[in-house]
């Protein structure tokens, strides 16, 4: 069985930095493309950043040049290190992936920028 599991969550003010992870089990991690996807109150769910099995990667605009993800294949980890953080930022992220034609989704971690 497939399961993700993010932490790193937390309060921070905006301006400030905060680096989320999401350790993958019962996946060939290596040989999956990597997603992390944010929703806010009221809004849609919608893709922050994805990196590939080469290691590409693609950010929302909303996102570029502040956050970076980033991923450990031997420790089968994803991460996002996120800088410059604004109030907008605040959601719940969620990582993700697709194998098999099913998409799979991590619990949430909350990320609440404030000051």
């Known amino acids: 069985q497939v399961y993700l599991t993010e932490s790193g969550g937390g309060l921070v003010q905006p301006g400030g930095s905060l680096g989320l992870s999401c350790k993958a089990t019962?996946?060939?991690?290596?040989?999956?493309?990597m997603d992390w996807y944010r929703q806010a109150p009221g809004q849609e769910r919608e893709l922050v950043a994805r990196i590939t099995t080469d290691h590409t990667t693609t950010y929302a605009q909303s996102v570029q040049g502040r956050f970076t993800v980033s991923r450990d294949n031997v420790r089968r980890t994803l991460s996002l290190r996120m800088n410059s953080l604004k109030p907008e930022d605040t959601a719940v992220y969620y990582c993700h992936t697709i194998r098999q034609s099913r998409d799979y989704w991590g619990q949430g971690t909350q990320v609440t920028v404030s000051s």
């Open positions: 019962g996946i060939n991690f290596r040989i999956h493309a």
